[in-house]
């Protein structure tokens, strides 16, 4: 099952979306410019495979909500989201500020 829903930070407004997996979820909040994830997010690949494209991404791990991925740190980010002010460490909604 997917699920997408507004979410609205610093008077703007993003997507969430849930996609349900075999043993797994997906979380995923996109904003204009870039996006946060769950650990499904591998910013290795997006940095080495994709730099051209400059992904604007940041992932957190242990999340299982929507609400966990914005309060949650990320543990790593892009070349590009680092590019934007983005840096691990911040919550999901001090990223998303960012992008």
């Not at 008077?11 to 349900?20: L, R, W």
Request: hydrophobic share 45%; with cysteine.
């Amino acid at each position: 099952m997917m699920k997408m829903e507004p979410v609205v930070l610093h008077d703007q407004f993003y997507t969430s979306m849930i996609v349900e997996l075999p043993d797994t979820t997906l979380l995923i909040v996109s904003g204009e410019k870039g996006y946060i994830m769950c650990g499904a997010l591998d910013i290795d690949v997006l940095n080495s495979k994709w730099p051209k494209r400059k992904i604007a991404a940041g992932r957190a791990l242990g999340v299982r909500t929507i609400d966990e991925l914005l309060e949650a740190p990320m543990e790593s980010v892009t070349k590009a989201a680092e590019a934007l002010g983005v840096k691990a460490g911040m919550t999901g909604k001090e990223a998303l500020y960012f992008m």
